[in-house]
């Protein structure tokens, strides 16, 4: 049936509105780096970029296994932001360009997934609200902030909140048998891959979007027609992303667990205690409402905004949004993570028992507030359906919020380095031994030796993304175990007399040391009695190369002859 007129030129405008709102967000978040997108990078230098930024250098290398853990091999490593992935391959080997490029396109589907939602639940000025607000969200820009890939795909999980939200509708009466079979079966399946499209992109938002489908399907008057369907849509969106979940499961970055026989007895009786939540476990439960909204002041603007307007319906219209309202308050106290501080259990323990019977827990459950984010956005939609007057107003609050001090914006931004003496690494044979990264588990240790992998592209000893490198260790074990680290590590006095023997280190397949001084000065004096003058300097780094000191080191015990 052939839309009507009025509402055709009423979608047709609200796509432009759309179209427009995705391109600015976009430009205003890249903003920063628009003149520099294949050596700046957006996202925090001291969060989570460096670590992104190697995923996606790594995961487009043909032999990546032997590029790290050197000389036992990566294993299988699952790369948590996949869509991220996809685009590096398409633009390899510009890394740091296919990270922004992602991140762009993050935005933009934030943007349009919100326009989808809002225009489901308020129109054309449903619209405009849900554009805007989920392509401004704190958790948007979280996730941009600190350059972890997978958290910008939150305009996913509206996608699938509006896709299964459009099976509690009912099929046209005119529609014949097969045809009302066909259109049936197009939605449930349609729901059910964008579920698995959520999921892939983000295992925590493929969790809230089925959370929040289930309960709006539930709530809904309509819950006889609609249960059936979200049923066979989740099982189809389960089935989609059962090969990924075990690659998940078999990779380093899930050890073997002994687990309950039973997934019951899991649940009930599983763990000793809550399951522990990174980050914030200690933290009180008003802080952690703080870190559900992944933001801090500066996003103020944006929950005064959408929090008005969602007022507005909540006292004039709350019983047509009561699904959306509970899955919102729903996403909040799951956010809250597995206990309290004392010590008193949350709902998200036994969900996150359940999880590990399958995979893995969910440890930073904050991040279910997203479904929070998405039903405030849905609510606040839906509050504007009649006045377009309220919806230019939610509008510009969202706007100023991006403008007037306190925002989000802009972006903080990582140069990432290219020193000239590491890119000629490139072109030689061996395993890199970098220093500090082996001799210290700190983070920073991590990511200046995954931005220095970057440009050399020699094997290393770490897999330098955490917590895999906690499974895979045996090849920092191996070197730590090396005459020369175990003198370095130990302190030893600069001694001449007694430079250590570099047989063994040799021996594991390592040519060249490298030493960031601006991480470890003190190290330098040391390396360069024991190693002999730099192979290469620049810029901040020295690079030794172990056979020329083996070599020179030979040579010095050679006894002179008879005088």
Avoid at 160 to 186: I, K, M, N, Q, Y
Avoid at 201 to 229: D, H, K, N, Q, T
Avoid at 276 to 288: F, G, N, V, W
Wanted: include cysteine; hydrophobic fraction near 50%.
């Amino acid at each position: 049936m052939a839309p009507a007129p009025g509402r055709a030129v009423t979608v047709a405008s609200s796509n432009k509105v759309v179209a427009i709102v995705a391109v600015a967000l976009t430009l205003a978040w890249l903003w920063p780096v628009l003149d520099q997108m294949d050596t700046a990078a957006l996202g925090s230098p001291t969060v989570d970029l460096p670590a992104m930024l190697w995923t996606l250098w790594w995961g487009v290398q043909p032999d990546g296994a032997s590029l790290v853990n050197h000389p036992f091999g990566g294993g299988d490593f699952y790369v948590l932001a996949p869509i991220n992935l996809e685009v590096a391959r398409l633009l390899a080997p510009h890394t740091v360009l296919a990270h922004n490029v992602a991140c762009g396109l993050a935005v933009a589907l934030a943007a349009v997934g919100g326009g989808l939602w809002g225009y489901r639940l308020g129109g054309a000025n449903g619209a405009l609200i849900g554009a805007l607000g989920l392509g401004t969200s704190p958790p948007l820009g979280a996730a941009l902030r600190d350059g972890t890939g997978e958290f910008a795909w939150i305009g996913l999980l509206a996608i699938a909140l509006w896709a299964f939200d459009h099976l509690s509708d009912s099929l046209p009466a005119e529609d014949g048998p097969a045809r009302s079979v066909l259109r049936e079966l197009t939605r449930i399946l349609g729901a059910g891959m964008a579920l698995a499209a959520c999921a892939l992109s983000c295992w925590y938002y493929g969790l809230a979007a089925g959370i929040g489908a289930g309960i709006v399907a539930l709530v809904r008057a309509e819950r006889r027609i609609a249960l059936p369907r979200v049923l066979l849509a989740g099982l189809v969106g389960v089935l989609l992303v059962l090969p990924a979940l075990h690659s998940f499961q078999a990779s380093a970055l899930e050890p073997q667990r002994q687990l309950a026989q039973s997934l019951v007895a899991h649940v009930l009786h599983g763990a000793q205690g809550p399951e522990p939540d990174h980050a914030i476990i200690a933290q009180p439960l008003l802080a952690r409402t703080q870190l559900i909204g992944n933001s801090d002041t500066r996003q103020v603007g944006w929950i005064m905004g959408l929090g008005l307007l969602s007022a507005s319906l909540l006292i004039t219209r709350w019983r047509a949004q009561l699904g959306l309202i509970v899955a919102g308050g729903v996403g909040l106290i799951l956010s809250l993570g597995s206990a309290t501080p004392g010590g008193l259990p949350l709902p998200m323990l036994w969900i996150n028992r359940a999880l590990l019977w399958f995979g893995s827990p969910l440890h930073l459950p904050f991040h279910l507030g997203a479904l929070t984010s998405c039903a405030v956005v849905g609510v606040a939609a839906a509050a504007v359906r009649d006045s377009r007057a309220l919806a230019l107003a939610g509008g510009a609050a969202l706007v100023a919020s991006l403008i007037l001090p306190g925002s989000p914006l802009p972006v903080p931004v990582l140069i990432v380095p290219r020193p000239v003496c590491l890119a000629r690494l490139s072109a030689e044979d061996g395993a890199v031994l970098d220093l500090p990264g082996v001799l210290w588990d700190s983070q920073r240790a991590l990511d200046d030796e995954a931005l220095a992998q970057l440009v050399h592209g020699r094997p290393i000893a770490r897999l330098p993304v955490f917590p895999t490198n906690l499974v895979l260790h045996q090849g920092v074990s191996a070197v730590r175990n090396t005459a020369l680290l175990r003198m370095i590590a130990g302190g030893a006095p600069v001694d001449l007399a007694a430079r250590p023997d570099l047989s063994d280190i040799i021996a594991l397949g390592y040519r060249f040391v490298t030493l960031d001084i601006r991480t470890a000065p003190q190290l330098a004096p040391a390396l360069s009695a024991w190693l002999g003058q730099p192979w290469a300097s620049c810029d901040r780094f020295l690079v030794y190369r172990l056979e020329e000191a083996a070599e020179d080191l030979d040579s010095s015990r050679i006894p002179s002859g008879p005088r």
